[in-house]
Protein backbone atom coordinates (compact mmCIF):
# COMPACT_ATOMS: atom_id res chain seq x y z
CA UNK A 1 0.00 0.00 0.00
CA UNK A 2 1.26 3.41 -1.29
CA UNK A 3 1.21 6.65 1.14
CA UNK A 4 -0.76 9.23 -0.26
CA UNK A 5 1.39 12.55 -0.74
CA UNK A 6 0.45 15.30 1.81
CA UNK A 7 -2.08 17.90 0.72
CA UNK A 8 -1.02 21.20 -0.32
CA UNK A 9 -2.59 24.33 1.50
CA UNK A 10 -2.80 27.86 0.03
CA UNK A 11 -0.67 29.07 2.57
CA UNK A 12 2.40 30.85 0.60
CA UNK A 13 0.06 31.19 -2.49
CA UNK A 14 -2.51 34.01 -1.45
CA UNK A 15 -0.85 37.02 -2.37
CA UNK A 16 -0.11 35.69 -5.89
CA UNK A 17 -4.02 34.13 -6.08
CA UNK A 18 -4.56 37.71 -5.24
CA UNK A 19 -3.00 39.26 -8.55
CA UNK A 20 -3.39 36.94 -10.72
CA UNK A 21 -7.36 37.20 -9.97
CA UNK A 22 -7.04 40.74 -11.25
CA UNK A 23 -7.39 39.40 -14.50
CA UNK A 24 -10.65 38.21 -13.03
CA UNK A 25 -11.65 41.29 -11.96
CA UNK A 26 -11.67 42.84 -15.11
CA UNK A 27 -13.70 40.41 -16.64
CA UNK A 28 -16.34 40.58 -13.62
CA UNK A 29 -16.39 44.54 -13.87
CA UNK A 30 -17.63 44.28 -17.76
CA UNK A 31 -19.63 41.41 -17.71
CA UNK A 32 -22.38 42.89 -15.55
CA UNK A 33 -22.89 45.76 -16.80
CA UNK A 34 -22.63 44.43 -20.46
CA UNK A 35 -25.70 42.11 -19.83
CA UNK A 36 -27.44 44.64 -17.79
CA UNK A 37 -27.33 47.52 -19.74
CA UNK A 38 -26.73 46.02 -23.02
CA UNK A 39 -30.01 44.85 -24.18
CA UNK A 40 -31.72 47.90 -22.42
CA UNK A 41 -29.36 50.10 -25.37
CA UNK A 42 -30.65 47.58 -28.01
CA UNK A 43 -34.13 48.03 -26.78
CA UNK A 44 -34.08 51.29 -27.47
CA UNK A 45 -33.79 51.08 -31.73
CA UNK A 46 -36.03 47.31 -31.01
CA UNK A 47 -39.24 46.09 -29.22
CA UNK A 48 -38.93 42.59 -29.87
CA UNK A 49 -37.04 40.72 -26.98
CA UNK A 50 -36.24 37.54 -28.94
CA UNK A 51 -34.50 39.68 -31.43
CA UNK A 52 -32.45 41.63 -28.37
CA UNK A 53 -31.56 38.14 -27.40
CA UNK A 54 -30.74 37.35 -30.80
CA UNK A 55 -28.48 40.06 -30.70
CA UNK A 56 -26.64 39.45 -27.57
CA UNK A 57 -25.42 35.96 -29.26
CA UNK A 58 -24.13 37.58 -31.75
CA UNK A 59 -20.83 38.33 -29.69
CA UNK A 60 -21.13 34.91 -28.31
CA UNK A 61 -19.74 33.58 -31.94
CA UNK A 62 -16.82 34.84 -31.46
CA UNK A 63 -16.19 33.59 -28.29
CA UNK A 64 -16.86 30.33 -29.28
CA UNK A 65 -14.44 30.11 -31.79
CA UNK A 66 -11.65 32.87 -30.10
CA UNK A 67 -11.63 31.40 -26.88
CA UNK A 68 -10.40 27.62 -27.48
CA UNK A 69 -7.91 29.14 -30.07
CA UNK A 70 -6.05 31.41 -28.43
CA UNK A 71 -6.16 29.39 -25.07
CA UNK A 72 -4.24 26.86 -27.43
CA UNK A 73 -2.26 29.17 -28.95
CA UNK A 74 -1.34 30.52 -25.31
CA UNK A 75 -0.78 26.80 -24.78
CA UNK A 76 1.90 27.13 -27.41
CA UNK A 77 3.80 30.56 -26.96
CA UNK A 78 7.16 31.36 -25.38
CA UNK A 79 8.04 34.77 -24.17
CA UNK A 80 10.14 36.74 -22.01
CA UNK A 81 6.86 37.45 -19.95
CA UNK A 82 5.66 34.33 -20.12
CA UNK A 83 2.94 32.69 -22.30
CA UNK A 84 -0.51 34.39 -21.00
CA UNK A 85 0.92 37.49 -20.43
CA UNK A 86 1.38 38.72 -23.81
CA UNK A 87 -2.25 38.46 -24.63
CA UNK A 88 -3.58 40.02 -21.43
CA UNK A 89 -1.24 43.05 -21.21
CA UNK A 90 -2.64 43.68 -25.28
CA UNK A 91 -5.91 42.96 -25.07
CA UNK A 92 -7.49 43.81 -22.33
CA UNK A 93 -6.12 47.36 -22.72
CA UNK A 94 -8.61 47.19 -26.42
CA UNK A 95 -11.68 45.29 -24.55
CA UNK A 96 -11.24 48.50 -21.51
CA UNK A 97 -11.08 50.89 -24.73
CA UNK A 98 -13.80 49.73 -26.98
CA UNK A 99 -16.15 48.80 -23.32
CA UNK A 100 -15.63 52.59 -22.43
CA UNK A 101 -17.00 53.67 -26.17
CA UNK A 102 -20.25 51.32 -25.91
CA UNK A 103 -22.71 54.45 -24.33
CA UNK A 104 -21.49 56.66 -26.91
CA UNK A 105 -22.02 54.56 -29.63
CA UNK A 106 -25.91 53.63 -28.51
CA UNK A 107 -26.85 56.93 -28.81
CA UNK A 108 -25.64 57.49 -32.59
CA UNK A 109 -27.26 54.94 -34.46
CA UNK A 110 -27.59 50.68 -33.87
CA UNK A 111 -25.23 50.19 -36.26
CA UNK A 112 -22.50 52.09 -34.25
CA UNK A 113 -23.51 49.73 -31.31
CA UNK A 114 -23.46 46.37 -32.43
CA UNK A 115 -20.15 47.39 -34.43
CA UNK A 116 -18.94 48.33 -30.87
CA UNK A 117 -20.22 45.24 -29.28
CA UNK A 118 -18.60 43.07 -31.77
CA UNK A 119 -15.37 45.19 -31.46
CA UNK A 120 -15.53 44.27 -27.70
CA UNK A 121 -15.90 41.00 -27.66
CA UNK A 122 -13.47 40.21 -30.74
CA UNK A 123 -10.82 41.59 -27.83
CA UNK A 124 -12.32 39.95 -24.46
CA UNK A 125 -13.41 37.03 -26.15
CA UNK A 126 -9.55 36.72 -26.94
CA UNK A 127 -8.01 37.53 -23.96
CA UNK A 128 -10.38 35.83 -21.79
CA UNK A 129 -8.79 32.29 -22.19
CA UNK A 130 -5.41 32.91 -21.29
CA UNK A 131 -6.09 35.34 -18.60
CA UNK A 132 -8.35 32.24 -17.15
CA UNK A 133 -5.13 29.71 -17.48
CA UNK A 134 -2.62 31.64 -16.22
CA UNK A 135 -4.16 30.23 -12.90
CA UNK A 136 -3.83 26.52 -13.32
CA UNK A 137 -0.36 27.62 -14.83
CA UNK A 138 1.25 28.81 -11.42
CA UNK A 139 -0.86 27.18 -8.72
CA UNK A 140 -0.63 23.49 -7.77
CA UNK A 141 -3.96 20.98 -8.34
CA UNK A 142 -4.62 20.47 -4.84
CA UNK A 143 -5.70 23.99 -3.93
CA UNK A 144 -6.95 24.67 -7.37
CA UNK A 145 -10.21 25.11 -5.87
CA UNK A 146 -9.36 27.13 -3.12
CA UNK A 147 -7.45 29.23 -5.74
CA UNK A 148 -10.92 29.60 -7.74
CA UNK A 149 -12.63 30.49 -4.83
CA UNK A 150 -9.90 33.96 -4.19
CA UNK A 151 -10.69 34.03 -8.21
CA UNK A 152 -14.13 34.03 -8.16
CA UNK A 153 -13.99 36.47 -4.75
CA UNK A 154 -12.25 39.17 -6.72
CA UNK A 155 -14.84 38.70 -9.52
CA UNK A 156 -17.47 39.18 -7.39
CA UNK A 157 -16.14 42.07 -5.55
CA UNK A 158 -15.96 43.49 -9.11
CA UNK A 159 -19.62 42.54 -9.62
CA UNK A 160 -20.47 44.77 -6.49
CA UNK A 161 -18.25 47.95 -8.13
CA UNK A 162 -19.63 47.62 -11.38
CA UNK A 163 -23.12 47.04 -10.23
CA UNK A 164 -23.77 48.78 -7.38
CA UNK A 165 -21.00 51.00 -7.48
CA UNK A 166 -20.76 52.43 -10.69
CA UNK A 167 -24.18 51.43 -12.06
CA UNK A 168 -25.24 53.91 -9.83
CA UNK A 169 -23.71 56.41 -11.97
CA UNK A 170 -25.52 55.63 -14.75
CA UNK A 171 -28.72 58.01 -13.19
CA UNK A 172 -25.90 61.08 -13.16
CA UNK A 173 -26.52 63.60 -16.62
CA UNK A 174 -23.29 64.64 -18.12
CA UNK A 175 -23.70 67.55 -20.85
CA UNK A 176 -22.60 66.00 -24.40
CA UNK A 177 -21.70 68.74 -27.22
CA UNK A 178 -24.90 69.06 -29.46
CA UNK A 179 -27.11 66.82 -26.60
CA UNK A 180 -26.94 68.61 -23.25
CA UNK A 181 -27.08 66.18 -20.04
CA UNK A 182 -27.27 62.66 -21.00
CA UNK A 183 -27.36 59.91 -18.27
CA UNK A 184 -26.61 56.10 -18.98
CA UNK A 185 -22.77 56.55 -19.67
CA UNK A 186 -20.48 57.31 -16.82
CA UNK A 187 -20.26 53.79 -15.78
CA UNK A 188 -18.63 51.97 -18.94
CA UNK A 189 -15.91 54.68 -19.35
CA UNK A 190 -15.05 54.50 -15.58
CA UNK A 191 -15.37 51.02 -15.53
CA UNK A 192 -12.46 50.96 -18.43
CA UNK A 193 -10.04 53.07 -16.35
CA UNK A 194 -10.40 50.65 -13.54
CA UNK A 195 -9.51 47.51 -16.18
CA UNK A 196 -6.45 49.31 -17.00
CA UNK A 197 -5.31 49.94 -13.37
CA UNK A 198 -6.28 45.77 -13.15
CA UNK A 199 -3.85 44.83 -16.33
CA UNK A 200 -1.05 47.18 -14.86
CA UNK A 201 -0.86 45.70 -11.26
CA UNK A 202 -1.12 42.23 -13.02
CA UNK A 203 1.41 43.07 -15.06
CA UNK A 204 3.89 43.92 -12.36
CA UNK A 205 2.83 41.82 -9.88
CA UNK A 206 2.61 38.63 -11.20
CA UNK A 207 5.92 36.81 -12.75
CA UNK A 208 4.55 34.69 -15.01
CA UNK A 209 8.22 33.05 -16.06
CA UNK A 210 9.33 30.01 -14.24
CA UNK A 211 12.11 27.80 -15.38
CA UNK A 212 10.87 24.64 -14.71
CA UNK A 213 7.47 25.63 -16.27
CA UNK A 214 9.38 26.41 -19.53
CA UNK A 215 11.09 23.03 -19.07
CA UNK A 216 7.84 21.54 -18.79
CA UNK A 217 5.80 23.09 -21.92
CA UNK A 218 8.51 22.47 -24.19
CA UNK A 219 9.23 18.91 -23.03
CA UNK A 220 5.42 18.15 -22.88
CA UNK A 221 3.80 19.82 -26.41
CA UNK A 222 1.15 18.35 -28.19
CA UNK A 223 -0.42 19.18 -31.40
CA UNK A 224 -4.18 20.43 -30.66
CA UNK A 225 -5.92 17.85 -32.44
CA UNK A 226 -4.13 15.51 -31.36
CA UNK A 227 -4.30 16.34 -27.23
CA UNK A 228 -8.49 17.48 -28.44
CA UNK A 229 -8.64 13.17 -29.39
CA UNK A 230 -7.10 12.47 -26.29
CA UNK A 231 -9.70 14.07 -24.26
CA UNK A 232 -12.65 13.09 -26.30
CA UNK A 233 -11.24 9.56 -26.99
CA UNK A 234 -10.44 8.66 -23.17
CA UNK A 235 -12.42 5.44 -22.16
CA UNK A 236 -13.48 7.69 -18.84
CA UNK A 237 -15.82 10.09 -20.04
CA UNK A 238 -15.63 12.13 -16.85
CA UNK A 239 -14.59 15.43 -18.82
CA UNK A 240 -17.07 14.69 -21.76
CA UNK A 241 -19.80 14.66 -19.00
CA UNK A 242 -18.60 18.18 -17.30
CA UNK A 243 -18.24 19.75 -20.29
CA UNK A 244 -22.36 18.54 -21.25
CA UNK A 245 -23.26 19.57 -17.41
CA UNK A 246 -21.52 22.77 -17.78
CA UNK A 247 -23.47 23.45 -21.53
CA UNK A 248 -26.67 23.13 -19.89
CA UNK A 249 -26.19 25.19 -16.81
CA UNK A 250 -24.99 27.58 -18.36
CA UNK A 251 -27.87 27.52 -21.06
CA UNK A 252 -29.97 28.16 -18.22
CA UNK A 253 -27.63 31.22 -16.34
CA UNK A 254 -26.92 32.64 -19.70
CA UNK A 255 -30.96 32.81 -20.65
CA UNK A 256 -31.83 34.62 -17.73
CA UNK A 257 -28.81 37.19 -17.28
CA UNK A 258 -29.32 39.10 -20.04
CA UNK A 259 -33.33 39.74 -19.07
CA UNK A 260 -32.72 40.40 -15.55
CA UNK A 261 -31.92 44.79 -16.51
CA UNK A 262 -34.98 44.53 -18.76
CA UNK A 263 -37.19 42.42 -16.02
CA UNK A 264 -36.02 44.98 -13.20
CA UNK A 265 -36.84 48.13 -15.35
CA UNK A 266 -40.48 47.12 -17.18
CA UNK A 267 -41.58 44.30 -13.76
CA UNK A 268 -40.25 45.33 -10.97
CA UNK A 269 -40.28 48.96 -12.08
CA UNK A 270 -36.90 50.24 -11.03
CA UNK A 271 -35.24 53.20 -12.08
CA UNK A 272 -31.99 52.43 -14.49
CA UNK A 273 -29.54 52.70 -12.37
CA UNK A 274 -31.06 50.17 -10.14
CA UNK A 275 -31.56 47.59 -12.73
CA UNK A 276 -28.40 46.44 -12.27
CA UNK A 277 -28.61 45.64 -8.47
CA UNK A 278 -29.78 41.97 -9.08
CA UNK A 279 -26.65 41.27 -10.52
CA UNK A 280 -25.20 43.34 -8.05
CA UNK A 281 -26.68 41.29 -5.19
CA UNK A 282 -25.17 38.33 -7.18
CA UNK A 283 -21.98 39.44 -6.77
CA UNK A 284 -22.16 40.28 -3.49
CA UNK A 285 -22.97 36.62 -2.22
CA UNK A 286 -19.86 35.43 -4.74
CA UNK A 287 -17.77 37.60 -3.43
CA UNK A 288 -18.98 36.25 0.66
CA UNK A 289 -19.15 32.89 -0.81
CA UNK A 290 -16.11 31.88 -3.70
CA UNK A 291 -14.22 30.89 -0.80
CA UNK A 292 -15.87 28.85 1.66
CA UNK A 293 -17.42 26.90 -1.52
CA UNK A 294 -13.72 26.10 -2.33
CA UNK A 295 -13.31 24.92 0.82
CA UNK A 296 -16.19 22.88 1.21
CA UNK A 297 -15.04 21.21 -1.69
CA UNK A 298 -11.55 20.32 -0.69
CA UNK A 299 -13.09 18.84 2.47
CA UNK A 300 -15.86 17.13 0.91
CA UNK A 301 -15.35 16.72 -2.97
CA UNK A 302 -16.06 19.13 -6.04
CA UNK A 303 -18.38 16.93 -7.20
CA UNK A 304 -20.62 16.16 -4.76
CA UNK A 305 -20.48 20.27 -3.97
CA UNK A 306 -21.62 20.86 -7.40
CA UNK A 307 -24.52 18.70 -7.51
CA UNK A 308 -25.58 19.67 -3.93
CA UNK A 309 -25.29 23.65 -5.48
CA UNK A 310 -27.43 22.99 -8.47
CA UNK A 311 -30.40 21.51 -6.43
CA UNK A 312 -29.82 24.93 -4.76
CA UNK A 313 -29.97 27.20 -7.79
CA UNK A 314 -33.21 24.85 -8.69
CA UNK A 315 -35.18 25.48 -5.94
CA UNK A 316 -34.64 29.59 -5.95
CA UNK A 317 -35.28 29.53 -9.73
CA UNK A 318 -38.49 28.34 -8.92
CA UNK A 319 -39.03 30.58 -6.23
CA UNK A 320 -38.38 33.50 -8.59
CA UNK A 321 -40.95 31.82 -10.72
CA UNK A 322 -43.42 31.96 -7.82
CA UNK A 323 -42.41 35.67 -6.77
CA UNK A 324 -43.00 36.65 -10.22
CA UNK A 325 -46.34 35.63 -10.02
CA UNK A 326 -47.56 36.97 -6.94
CA UNK A 327 -45.46 39.90 -6.52
CA UNK A 328 -45.71 41.81 -10.11
CA UNK A 329 -48.98 42.85 -9.75
CA UNK A 330 -50.74 45.83 -10.00
CA UNK A 331 -51.02 47.11 -6.01
CA UNK A 332 -47.81 45.64 -5.06
CA UNK A 333 -46.08 47.86 -3.00
CA UNK A 334 -41.85 48.20 -4.27
CA UNK A 335 -40.90 46.72 -1.24
CA UNK A 336 -42.64 43.85 -1.48
CA UNK A 337 -41.28 43.68 -5.61
CA UNK A 338 -38.06 44.12 -5.01
CA UNK A 339 -36.60 42.97 -1.85
CA UNK A 340 -37.47 39.17 -1.86
CA UNK A 341 -36.15 39.40 -5.74
CA UNK A 342 -32.75 41.32 -4.58
CA UNK A 343 -32.60 38.14 -1.24
CA UNK A 344 -33.30 35.30 -4.17
CA UNK A 345 -30.82 36.89 -6.81
CA UNK A 346 -28.31 36.83 -3.30
CA UNK A 347 -29.03 32.73 -2.84
CA UNK A 348 -28.38 32.21 -6.22
CA UNK A 349 -25.52 33.97 -6.38
CA UNK A 350 -24.35 31.89 -3.46
CA UNK A 351 -25.10 28.11 -5.11
CA UNK A 352 -24.24 29.89 -8.13
CA UNK A 353 -20.35 31.05 -7.36
CA UNK A 354 -20.04 26.85 -5.69
CA UNK A 355 -20.77 25.58 -9.13
CA UNK A 356 -18.30 27.68 -10.96
CA UNK A 357 -15.56 27.88 -8.42
CA UNK A 358 -15.12 23.58 -8.52
CA UNK A 359 -16.17 23.41 -12.00
CA UNK A 360 -13.09 24.69 -13.50
CA UNK A 361 -10.61 23.23 -11.01
CA UNK A 362 -12.65 19.49 -12.15
CA UNK A 363 -11.37 19.92 -15.62
CA UNK A 364 -7.77 21.58 -14.90
CA UNK A 365 -6.87 18.04 -12.66
CA UNK A 366 -7.76 16.27 -15.67
CA UNK A 367 -5.36 18.08 -17.99
CA UNK A 368 -1.74 17.72 -18.24
CA UNK A 369 0.64 21.06 -18.20
CA UNK A 370 0.47 21.29 -21.89
CA UNK A 371 -3.04 20.93 -22.69
CA UNK A 372 -4.20 23.35 -19.42
CA UNK A 373 -4.83 26.01 -22.43
CA UNK A 374 -6.77 23.90 -24.58
CA UNK A 375 -9.38 22.39 -21.32
CA UNK A 376 -9.78 26.23 -20.36
CA UNK A 377 -10.86 26.91 -24.23
CA UNK A 378 -13.08 23.63 -24.12
CA UNK A 379 -14.94 24.87 -20.98
CA UNK A 380 -15.61 28.10 -22.89
CA UNK A 381 -16.43 26.56 -25.68
CA UNK A 382 -19.34 25.25 -23.83
CA UNK A 383 -20.32 27.78 -22.34
CA UNK A 384 -20.12 30.10 -24.64
CA UNK A 385 -21.88 27.61 -26.87
CA UNK A 386 -24.50 28.17 -24.53
CA UNK A 387 -24.49 31.88 -24.75
CA UNK A 388 -25.56 31.42 -27.98
CA UNK A 389 -28.68 28.72 -27.78
CA UNK A 390 -30.37 30.21 -25.13
CA UNK A 391 -30.78 33.95 -25.18
CA UNK A 392 -32.79 34.08 -28.67
CA UNK A 393 -34.67 31.01 -26.97
CA UNK A 394 -35.57 32.91 -23.55
CA UNK A 395 -36.37 35.69 -25.19
CA UNK A 396 -38.69 34.17 -27.29
CA UNK A 397 -40.37 32.29 -24.44
CA UNK A 398 -40.88 36.04 -22.91
CA UNK A 399 -42.53 37.12 -25.79
CA UNK A 400 -45.17 34.06 -25.66
CA UNK A 401 -45.47 33.32 -22.14
CA UNK A 402 -43.87 36.18 -20.50
CA UNK A 403 -41.05 36.88 -17.71
CA UNK A 404 -42.02 34.20 -15.10
CA UNK A 405 -41.21 31.42 -18.09
CA UNK A 406 -37.72 32.68 -17.82
CA UNK A 407 -37.03 31.02 -14.65
CA UNK A 408 -38.54 27.75 -15.13
CA UNK A 409 -36.75 27.37 -18.47
CA UNK A 410 -33.82 27.69 -16.29
CA UNK A 411 -34.90 25.35 -13.47
CA UNK A 412 -34.85 23.03 -16.11
CA UNK A 413 -31.32 22.87 -17.57
CA UNK A 414 -30.19 23.39 -14.18
CA UNK A 415 -31.87 19.80 -12.97
CA UNK A 416 -30.32 18.08 -16.21
CA UNK A 417 -26.75 19.50 -15.57
CA UNK A 418 -27.27 17.80 -11.71
CA UNK A 419 -28.18 14.48 -13.70
CA UNK A 420 -25.43 14.63 -15.55
CA UNK A 421 -23.09 15.44 -12.82
CA UNK A 422 -23.96 12.50 -11.75
CA UNK A 423 -21.76 10.80 -14.86
CA UNK A 424 -18.62 12.05 -13.64
CA UNK A 425 -16.00 9.95 -12.11
CA UNK A 426 -12.75 12.12 -12.03
CA UNK A 427 -11.45 15.97 -11.17
CA UNK A 428 -11.27 15.41 -7.45
CA UNK A 429 -7.38 15.73 -6.23
CA UNK A 430 -6.74 12.74 -5.02
CA UNK A 431 -7.98 10.23 -7.83
CA UNK A 432 -5.90 12.31 -10.50
Known sequence: MTDKKPRKNMKGYYMTTFFIGLGFFTMGLMDPLYDTYIPIF????????????????????????????????SDRTHTRIGRRMPFIITLLPLSAFAFGLI?????????FLVIMIFALNVFKQSVRGPVVALMPDIIPGDIRSEANGVINTMGGVAT??????????????????????????????????????????????????????EERASKEKIPVIKSLKQIFGEKDKSAFFVLVSLLFWFIGYQGVLPFVGKYSVEILKTSSGSAALAAGMVGISYAIFAIPSGIIAHNHGRKKTIRFALIGIVVVLLLIFVHSMIFTAEGVSQTLRMIPFWALM????????????????????????????IYTGLYYFFSQLASIVAPPITGALIDIFGYGSLFVFAALCMFIAFLLMSKVTRGEPEND
Open 42 to 73: LGRYISSNAVIGTIMTLDNMFAIFLIPIFSAI
Open 346 to 373: FAFGMFWVTVITNSFPMLWQMADYANMG
Open 160 to 213: IVGTIGLAQLMNVAINLPGRGPTDNILAFPLAGILVLLAVLLLFFFVKETKGNY
Open 103 to 111: PFAALTSLA
